[in-house]
């Protein structure tokens, strides 16, 4: 969606995810973590802020998310599409809608996960994103898979104390 590689988001992603993992879940440092379960596949996500590819002076404001798809349920499915609704902080929406997730449509097994790290632009300094993911059964049953709201936040967005 952006002109940032994968590698370097996943970098980044294992360092948050190594002080996380290090400071614990009662530690003070909040993940970031959003989570839904439908039908038992869980979807975790945690976004971030990439400083270095935005640009505020210019309107251009970047994150990057990191996506886990675990099979807690009883059967194979496969990930065939996604849908992807983000709003910037002026209520502005676009949708995205395509195959897969980057490149691939991974089967999962019961017990067995998915990973993968992505991004998006905004021209404002906050925003939320939210969708769903269409799988398919063994049974060639398609269902949609929630994909948690969350918050796209940058230490550009100006805060109100009421």
Do not use: C
């Amino acid at each position: 969606m952006t002109k940032f590689g994968t590698a370097r988001l996943d970098k980044r992603w294992l360092a948050l995810h190594i002080i996380v993992s290090t400071q614990g879940r009662n530690g003070a440092l909040d993940t970031g973590a959003y989570e839904s379960v439908t039908r038992g596949i869980k979807v975790v996500v945690r976004p971030f802020y990439l400083d270095d590819q935005s640009e505020p002076n210019e309107n251009h404001f970047v994150w990057a998310y990191h996506v886990e798809i675990v099979n807690d349920g009883h059967e194979r499915v496969q990930l065939r599409t996604r849908y992807w609704r983000i709003t910037d902080a002026l209520g502005r929406v676009q949708e995205v809608r395509g195959p897969g997730v980057v490149g691939e449509q991974p089967v999962l097994d019961p017990g067995q996960a998915f990973e993968y790290t992505s991004g998006t632009p905004l021209p404002t300094p906050s925003g939320i994103m939210a969708g769903s993911y269409q799988m398919e059964g063994t049974n060639g049953e398609q269902f949609d898979v929630e994909i948690p709201a969350f918050s796209l936040d940058s230490p550009h967005q100006a805060v109100k104390l009421n």
